[in-house]
T-cell receptor, first 112, second 113 residues
Framework: AQSVTQLDSQVPVFEEAPVELRCNYS??????LFWYVQYPNQGLQLLLK??????LVKGINGFEAEFNKSQTSFHLRKPSVHISDTAEYFC??????????FGKGTRLSVIA | DSGVTQTPKHLITATGQRVTLRCSPR?????VYWYQQSLDQGLQFLIQ???????AKGNILERFSAQQFPDLHSELNLSSLELGDSALYFC????????????FGPGTRLTVL
């Protein structure tokens, strides 16, 4: 079965510093990859997705992610974070006909 | 605002009881998905309906059931509730059945006492 590993459960970072949230998935023939963000007391919002084509995907709020097939990774990056980026971030995968499988989440805390 | 609505926002009930959670998808979306988010299990897919038919099933307990009505809204029924059923229940919708672009509702927080 497909699985997603988010290597860091919590990531504290100072405002305006860069951040990388790591995500690895179990290997499969073809995968579709997603990053969702959950702000406190809210539902999930899609940040970005990789379906095919360019391995560098740009999303909303200045985030981007790179699909690396050889390392089965899909790390999320932002060059300069803001206080408003404080939230829980979920990496997720669809493989074949399987439903969306989520990682355990990474809590990003931006410190002023 | 994703366009997906869920009611109620909060629900407090007792063990052994039965509750119904409601979801209205975005206008025009045919697929509805239900997810459970808990501290120990994380976000787990429960079930998907597409245009009224069950399309996929995940880790849904036999005590739980769902349906999608002709107007495309969906209900998740949870019965014989246990303390461990306390969680956030999310509904998501998408235009197609492949799940590649899902829009999530704000969730229903269920507390079982």
């Amino acid at each position: 079965a497909q699985s997603v590993t988010q290597l860091d459960s919590q990531v504290p970072v100072f405002e305006e510093a860069p951040v990388e949230l790591r995500c690895n998935y179990s290997s499969s023939v073809s995968v579709y990859l997603f990053w969702y963000v959950q702000y406190p007391n809210q539902g999930l919002q899609l940040l970005l997705k990789y379906l095919s084509g360019s391995t560098l995907v740009k999303g909303i709020n200045g985030f981007e992610a790179e699909f690396n097939k050889s390392q089965t990774s899909f790390h999320l990056r932002k060059p300069s974070v803001h206080i408003s980026d404080t939230a829980e971030y979920f990496c997720a995968v669809i493989s074949g006909n399987t439903p969306l499988v989520f990682g355990k989440g990474t809590r990003l805390s931006v410190i002023a | 605002d994703s366009g997906v609505t869920q009611t109620p926002k909060h629900l407090i009930t007792a063990t052994g009881q039965r509750v119904t959670l409601r979801c209205s998808p975005r206008s025009g979306d045919l697929s509805v998905y239900w997810y459970q988010q808990s501290l120990d299990q994380g976000l787990q897919f429960l079930i998907q309906y597409y245009n009224g038919e069950e399309r996929a099933k995940g880790n849904i307990l036999e005590r739980f059931s769902a349906q999608q009505f002709p107007d495309l809204h969906s209900e998740l029924n949870l019965s014989s509730l246990e303390l461990g059923d306390s969680a956030l229940y999310f509904c998501a919708s998408s235009a197609t059945s492949d799940g590649l672009e899902q829009f999530f509702g704000p969730g229903t927080r269920l507390t079982v006492l």
